[in-house]
């Protein structure tokens, strides 16, 4: 079977960074734009000297920290974050990601519930939600979160993926398989690798 872990794709895409409206602040914003990460995180560690709750920089600085692995500063700045806001949406969907990607599916399924259960919670908030609970191996709970990834969003094929996934995990082939067709067809041509290996 194909390793989970290796096929999970990181969130930070789908995770915009958050413009924090100030010049200091901004300079991060361009540095991280641009791939220096660690002028980023100067750049937002002398901004938040002046403003320590500054829940933008602090998210900011933490998503560069996390492009540079560095797990730990990536996690203290995005707690510190949720401190100052502990519904905010990306903060809750960046530490869920956090943790799947340092191999922490319960604490990611803590972070991932805590963001489905906030007002106007986005599909990948149930996603990260659903491989939490793939990954621990609760397949009826899983099943239902997937499912209402992609009812929120019928169009993104990574859902279709790890769906299929799941239904190969329980012997269910031939929904695998669609699954896989479905999700090829939305463009995650990662599906073609489930297809070869499950659907000849």
Known sequence: MISINNLFITVGVA???ISCGDSASL?????????QYEEAIMAY????EKRPDNVKALYNKGRAHEELDDFKAAEKSFKQALAQEPKNIQVLLSLSNLYHKNDNPELALMYADNAVETSGAPSMAYFLKARSMHRIGNVKEALREYNAAIKMSPKNGQYYYYRGMLYVATEEVAKACEDFRTALDNGYDTANEGLSNYCQ
Do not use: F, H, I, R
């Open 15 to 17: 995770l915009v960074l």
């Open 27 to 35: 300079e991060g914003d361009k540095y991280y734009s641009e791939g």
């Open 45 to 48: 560690a002398n901004y938040l």
